[in-house]
């Protein structure tokens, strides 16, 4: 019998893989899968997270920026129905404000906007409502509204008439003007991840305690 013959007949050298190294080769086979998976589910929600964050974020510069916009326009329209309690047609607390805004399309008109922290069962939203000032709730229209808030504040810079040195307060009612400086803080839930910097805007608009609007003419009545 030749050499050649002998290596031909001899199992221990025929070329192949135990069954244990086959089930080894499987074992890390399975686990290498199973980690690429859990890194692919990882990279996914981290991504996820990353872009409910940006869309939040976004959200609260817009609804920032809507707040900034309407509280500069803010009109002391001066209410004198009463001659003996006469005072600006502006209503804040602490987790709602009513006033009257110019209206942006510049149409003369008077818009009523108001402000709003609504308690839902497990969370606060705050709302930012518009409508023409002579007209009834049908003609609302939602400005903005941003959910998921732990808490809104309000507070308004000033001096009570006149009566003590300007500081800040919790509601500003009845009074003879505009607070010269609004705050918005508020907080998020903790599950949101969200920042909302505080705010603080000052009315730009002043006018005459005895100017009333004519819509006509776009002036005060009779000057």
């Known amino acids: 019998m030749t050499a050649l013959a002998s290596i031909e007949q001899d199992p ?3 070329a192949g893989f135990t ?6 080769a499987m074992t890390l086979l399975a686990l290498l899968t199973v980690a690429l998976f859990g890194g692919l589910k990882f990279g996914s929600q981290v991504w996820a ?13 817009a609804v ?14 001066f209410l004198t129905t009463d001659p003996t309690d006469a005072h600006v047609a502006f209503d804040g607390s602490r987790e709602t404000m009513t006033f009257l805004s110019a209206d942006p399309n510049r149409s003369g008109a008077m818009l009523r906007i108001d402000m709003q922290a609504h308690h839902d069962a497990d969370a606060t939203r705050l709302t930012v409502r518009a409508r023409p000032e002579l007209a ?12 998921g808030l732990a808490s ?18 919790a509601s500003w009612q009845d009074r003879k003007h505009l607070p010269a400086l609004i705050r918005i803080t508020a907080r998020f839930a903790p599950r949101a991840h969200l920042n909302w910097p505080t705010l603080i805007v000052a009315p730009r608009i002043a006018a005459d305690a005895g100017c009333s609007i004519d819509l006509l003419t776009k002036d005060c009545q009779g000057r």
């Open 12 to 14: 221990a050298g025929e």
């Open 19 to 24: 069954l244990l190294e086959l089930m080894i």
């Open 49 to 61: 997270a990353s872009e409910a964050k940006t869309a939040g974020t976004d959200k609260i510069i």
């Open 64 to 77: 920032q920026s809507l707040l900034s916009e309407e509280i500069a326009r803010a009109y002391p329209l």
């Open 136 to 147: 009834d709730n049908t003609s609302e229209q939602v400005l903005a509204d941003l959910p």
């Open 152 to 169: 809104v504040a309000f507070a308004y810079f000033g001096a009570e008439d006149g009566k003590s040195a300007a500081g800040w307060h």
